[in-house]
């Protein structure tokens, strides 16, 4: 049999070929190709679609995606760094608003009654007299910018001690045991992930509304507030009295000014009902549930204080 | 309660505002320390006028005074500003800090500041001086100092009742007119028991009430002067005359006057004593009431075949039906705020106390049972006082309870006690 030398070399030229694309391809390391952070938590589709759209406010050339958490937690080299954002409270050289000194009516009468058998009631008027205006420093304002210096400086936070070591104990399967270990969390979103942090809202993508996720957080401080403000009871409101105020906040959720009363209350029940809303209001900070790397968004919000309780 | 966020998107707009209601009623809790005596002579006012002041607001439903015991800091100079973490500890939404100084002249002099414990502000500081007798009254008024202050309503502690004090057996009662603080303390007999009373109204001006008194013959209205012990008879009518009342200027007395077997209303100047018909009925008018501005008054009559509630103009005209509910109305009385008429309501075997708006809805009923009557309006409006009778061998006695149905109260009287009057604010 006569044997081709043409079809014997073109076949072994081939074979060499193939064998040889096919050795080199396959030793050629794999590319990774960058990708976008996701979510850590479940959420739905429609959800998905919209987590990365970033925020209206955001800057337009900001190419980094907004990352509110490290991806891997990685240990921290010094806890004590965070602390140092609580800086010492410094008071203003110029004194507070002091409260306002004894003195108020002036020459009123409380005339209080007699009985039959006594003079005429203006035989002896009653007045209520007013108090000089003390030309010296008001006691109250020094005493109460002393309170304000005394307030203590933030405390050096103490290190963490060590943890006991663990003792190895043999497996033994305990279903109590394995239930306290399911995560029972509600499967909502916590919060973006990434490998640097970064609080600058990012544009994000096109289909995204990511800012509408941030709704969960709004709806705790407000629940919180909620719950912490009860009305006096007072007051004949029929109608529901809306009292617009702005509260200001700092990065570790109290408030960095007084509640602001946005508008001037048009009679003493407005008044009183804002005067409630502030007591609560200042009584329940720390607002811990405002995330810290969203603080531009919550810094300042403003609200509508409703009396009615139903 | 839920539902403090309204059902629209938070962030649907960037600056759409959070809204919250009060996760509840709750009344508000304040510290009260007894006042600081000026000298040492001045422990045993200091300490009562705390007392009337706490007494008054606990009673007042609004607030929770707290117990002295739980207080951590001791005051003792109202000028130096209280440490207010120490109140804060204990829960304290508002303190009141006072001072009780008896003056050189005699006079009594008292102080006190009402502080926002956690704004660490003061609210309201006041000074008065009084005769030392009056240290009562100078509880009462600092009382309503702070109700206005904290609630932004008009308080009514500084106020008197004038009542029927109810003594002896059930068969033979001796029933005087009787003169008291709001809450009980300071009762002065009027009368002396010989004629039967009734239907004490207090003046506007608070020197005077008019009532009802039966002596020999027929029933009278009177005027008494509080103050002087004076007292004259209204116009001198044939047959009876009953349930007067002052108008809003204390100017005009309203009465029933009894012709027949109807009666009518009539409205007598006191100045000209000239007497005006009001309404001119086959029907027992009875029970009329002015509006706090004077241009109209609900009354009782029977027009419509049994006790109802009627509305018309002061001057008198077309009157206008208002209540509608099951059994039968009486006693009404026009609240000073001119919100609400409240009135006795007799059915299904019970006497209950209600109000209702002037125009005959928002019908509300605040307490029944066996026997309650004669509702009569605190001077803010918001708190109603009336007798309850239980039956049996027992006697009235006279309770209060707020205008929302809440906070039922008795108050404390010498003996058995009805009709109660509430004057208006005496400052």
Known sequence: MKVDKTLVASVALHVLVIG?????????????????????????????????????????ENPKPLVEKVAEAKPVDDAVGKITEKKAIVTDAAPDPAPKPVEKPPEKKPDPPKPVAESKPKDEPKPIEKKPDPPKVDPIAEALKKEETKKPAPKPEAKAAPPPPVKKREYKFDRETIAALVDKRDPTRQA??????????ALGTAKGTAATLSASYLSA?????????????????????????????????????????????????????????????????????????????????????????? | MSGMVRPTALFAQAQQRLEVVPGGT???????????????ADGEVSVGVAQVITNNLKRSGLFAPIDQAAFIEKISNIDVAPQFQNWKTINAQALVTGRMTRQPDGRLQAEFRLWDVAAGQQLAGQKYVTSPESWRRIGHIISDQIYERLTGEKGYFDSRVVFVDESGPKERRVKRLA????????????????????????????QEITYMEFGQGDPRVYLFNIETGQREIVGNFPGMSFSPRFSPDGQRVIMSLQQGGNSNLFVMDLRSKSTTRLTDTPAIDTSPSYAPDGTRLCFESDRGGKPQIYVMPATGGPAQRISFGE??????????????????????????????????????????????????????GRVLMFFRDPGGNGGPSLFTVDISGRNEQRVPTPGFASDPAWSPLLS
């Open chain 2, 179 to 206: 003169l008291m603080d709001q809450d009980g303390a300071n009762v002065r007999y009027l009368t002396k028991g010989a004629d039967l009373v009734l239907t004490p109204r207090f003046s506007p001006s608070t």
């Open chain 1, 192 to 201: 973006f992930a990434g490998d640097t942090l970064n609080s600058t809202p």
């Open chain 1, 20 to 60: 040889w694309g096919l050795m080199s391809f396959s030793s050629k390391a794999f590319e990774s190709t960058e990708i976008e952070s996701v979510p850590v938590e479940f959420v739905t589709d429609d959800q998905l679609n919209k987590i990365t759209a970033g925020i209206k406010s955001g800057k337009k």
């Open chain 2, 26 to 40: 709750q009344a508000l809790p304040i510290a009260i320390p007894n006042f600081v005596p000026g000298s040492p």
């Open chain 2, 327 to 380: 059994g039968s109305y009486s006693t009404p009385v026009w609240s000073p705020r001119g919100d609400y008429i409240a009135f006795t309501k007799q059915g299904g075997g019970q006497f209950s106390i209600g109000i209702m708006k002037p125009d005959g809805s928002g019908e509300r009923i605040l307490t029944s049972g066996f026997h309650n009557e004669g509702p009569t309006f605190a001077p803010n």
């Open chain 1, 221 to 310: 401080l407000v629940s919180r507030i909620h719950d912490c403000w009860q009305a006096d009871g007072g007051g004949f409101d029929e109608q529901d009295v809306k009292i617009p105020i702005t509260l200001t906040f700092k990065q570790d959720g109290t408030l960095s000014a007084p509640p602001l009363l946005e508008t001037e209350p048009r009679n003493d029940r407005e008044r009183a009902i804002f005067e409630g809303a502030r007591r609560a209001i200042i009584a329940c900070q720390p607002y811990t549930m405002l995330p810290a790397a969203k603080y531009a968004e919550w810094k300042s919000l403003p609200f509508l204080f409703h009396n009615k309780v139903d």
